[in-house]
Each structure stands twice: as structure tokens, then as C-alpha cells.
């Protein structure tokens, strides 16, 4: 037995494994905010931590749209 069948054990799918801790990088990633996308907050876009925030705003500001924060949690107004 090699030391990858001791770690993930015998007929372990390598590609899945691999797959695996690719989706969990991207994920602390997205969440850590290490990505270098400028944040809405820094170039002056409303944001809102939560949808039911953004649809009461939305609600009282017809013609208004909103969207999900790119590559980050909570919603914002989208630039026209």
C-alpha cells in the first residue's frame, strides 16, 4: 500500500480529490475577499447585506436594479 492509498484510501478517485480541494480554495477565496476586484463600497455603489434589504430598497426606487455582488456575499445596485 503507497502512501496515497493510506491517505485517501484504496480506489480513491484522484481527479475527484483534486476537484475537491480546488472548489474549497475557490470558496475561502471568495470568502476571505483576497480577490483584487475593487469593492462596491470603495467606488461609492449602494450595497445591502441581505435580498430582503435590497428588494425593500428596490421596491421604493422604481426603475432601480438590483444584483448580486460579484464574487463576494450581499447585493448591490447596478450601475446603469
Known amino acids: 500500500m503507497g502512501d496515497f492509498e493510506r491517505t485517501f484510501g484504496a480506489g480513491a478517485n484522484l481527479d475527484s480529490i483534486i476537484d475537491g480541494y480546488s ?5 475561502e477565496q471568495r470568502s476571505s475577499g483576497s480577490v483584487s476586484k475593487p469593492k462596491p463600497t470603495d467606488t461609492g455603489v449602494k450595497t445591502f447585506p441581505s435580498f430582503q434589504e435590497a428588494m425593500s430598497w ?6 432601480q436594479t438590483i444584483t448580486r455582488i460579484p464574487g463576494q456575499e450581499g447585493f448591490m445596485v447596478k450601475a446603469r
Open 23 to 27: 472548489r474549497e480554495y475557490r470558496r
Open 58 to 63: 428596490a421596491k421604493s426606487n422604481p426603475g
